[in-house]
T-cell receptor, first 114, second 115 residues
């Protein structure tokens, strides 16, 4: 069966420090991968999605970047964190070329920038 | 552009009451998909149901039921005889093939079921 792992679960980082959040999917090949952010008490905002290795689409301009070095690995990064980067970050995947399937989410990373 | 509206920001009910969570969507696509997710306090999003635009048949799963009406672009979710464990944030989401695999989420409705 397919599983998605996301870590760390919680993170407290000072303003200006770098960030690296990692997400891996097991049990499937060539998944579509997503990074979402959820600000406190708000909905999900799509940050990045990827349909393959090295293929990243950004949905909103921001202080963050994403990379997909391997088929089932998706990394969210920042060189210098801002206070506004605080939030709950969720990684998700869907099967490639399978329109209409639900997205499967990781357990999320709660990031607090201080 | 695609959009999902969940007008109810927060709802509080007493245990055993029925509650309906509203979802209204906008899309120009003829083929699209609607979803409901539950986000308990732990934060992980739990998939509840998927509906495609060609299937307006309502669905019931235990205490949960969904009412899909294309005429009003709504996909409402009803919990019958609510329980404290139903307390969570519920998200309605939309995706369509023309937009690839991307999902548009509504802002969510926070449901509190009081004992």
């Amino acid at each position: 069966s397919q599983t998605i792992h996301q870590w760390p679960a919680t993170l407290v980082q000072p303003v200006g420090s770098p960030l690296s959040l990692e997400c891996t999917v097991e049990g499937t090949s060539n998944p579509n991968l997503y990074w979402y952010r959820q600000a406190a008490g708000r909905g999900l905002q799509l940050l990045f999605y990827s349909v393959g290795i090295g293929q990243i689409s950004s949905e909103v301009p921001q202080n963050l970047s994403a990379s997909r070095p391997q088929d089932r690995q998706f990394i969210l990064s920042s060189k210098k964190l801002l206070l506004s980067d605080s939030g709950f970050y969720l990684c998700a995947w869907t099967p490639l070329y399978a329109a209409g399937t639900e997205a499967f989410f990781g357990q999320g990373t709660r990031l607090t920038v201080v | 552009a695609q959009k999902v509206t969940q007008a109810q920001t927060e709802i509080s009910v007493v245990e055993k009451e029925d509650v309906t969570l509203d979802c209204v969507y906008e899309t120009r696509d003829t083929t699209y998909y609607l979803f409901w997710y539950k986000q308990p306090p732990s934060g992980e999003l739990v998939f509840l149901i998927r509906r495609n635009s060609f299937d307006e048949q309502n669905e019931i799963s235990g205490r949960y039921s969904w009412n899909f009406q294309k005429s009003t672009s709504s996909f409402n979710f009803t919990i019958t005889a609510s329980q404290v464990v139903d307390s969570a944030v519920y998200f309605c989401a939309l995706s369509s093939y023309n937009y690839g695999q991307n999902f548009v989420f509504g802002p969510g409705t926070r449901l509190s079921v009081l004992p």
